[in-house]
């Protein structure tokens, strides 16, 4: 049987609401898709909970789950779970992150008009953002960033929402280096160096399905300023978009 659809998400620390999301999502897209899914060494109990799931009536052998063997962050977390996703030959691939920040009735309306626009690609643009301000100007900057590199603009240059057609994801990604820090910005610039055709569909973004709104990755509880680990990977990621 020819797999439709793959939705991949890497996951870190989301066990309050990454089932719900899958649900979400099952409901949505119905059974012709399969979930690949990679775990980056949550310490919660995330991969038990993703696990269980997929042992249920409806899920089974329709979750694939994949496990780091150390903390390896979210790029090459992210770039793991397309990868798989792509050798299992499907159809088509939705790209997500795991924490959960889109509808599922959405991104069904998105996947149709991504089928109708007979296109290879498709960009979301992520509207509603509750982000801080430090935040909003970062996702400005990494706008600049694609531009400096391609000479075309990106109104959301760091989406984790795309959805490819198999045979351009599989030609994009085989540029992109597995350890990759911010695998959606290399996206964006190789799509637009190599003048592909996309479309753009405006999704509205939620809220982390989960208690603490700004997740555990960048270490701190302040709302409103950077930490410090955040702060170094930005320069991690401008030096690394610098070499691109």
Excluded at 16 to 35: A, K, N, R
Aim: a positive charge; aromatic letters at 14%; charged letters at 25%.
């Amino acid at each position: 049987m020819v797999l439709k659809l793959a939705i991949t998400m890497p996951v870190y620390n989301e066990s309050e609401g990454i089932t719900t999301f899958i649900e979400e999502l099952d409901s949505s897209f119905g059974s012709d898709c399969v979930f690949f899914i990679v775990d980056d060494c949550s310490f919660d109990d995330s991969y038990s909970k993703i696990q269980s799931l997929a042992k249920k009536e409806g899920f089974k052998n329709r979750i694939k789950l994949y496990r780091n063997f150390r903390n390896l962050g979210h790029g090459p977390t992210f770039s793991r779970a397309v990868n798989a996703a792509i050798d299992a030959n499907p159809e088509f691939i939705l790209t997500l992150d795991g924490d959960g920040q889109f509808l599922g009735t959405q991104l069904m309306d998105a996947f149709r008009f991504f089928l109708d626009s007979q296109l290879p690609y498709m960009e979301t643009i992520r509207s509603n953002r509750q982000d801080a301000l430090y935040r909003k100007i970062i996702s400005a900057f990494t706008r600049l960033l694609v531009f400096s590199k391609s000479r075309k603009i990106s109104k959301d240059a760091n989406s984790p929402c795309r959805f490819y057609r198999h045979a351009f994801a599989k030609d994009i990604w085989k540029k992109i280096p597995d350890n990759t820090i911010v695998p959606n910005i290399h996206v964006s610039i190789l799509t637009r160096r190599t003048q592909a055709e996309f479309e753009y569909f405006k999704v509205k973004s939620i809220p982390r399905r989960s208690t603490n709104k700004i997740g555990t990755m960048w270490g701190t509880s302040r709302v409103h300023l950077p930490s410090r680990k955040f702060t170094i990977f930005c320069l991690k990621a401008i030096n690394y978009v610098f070499k691109i």
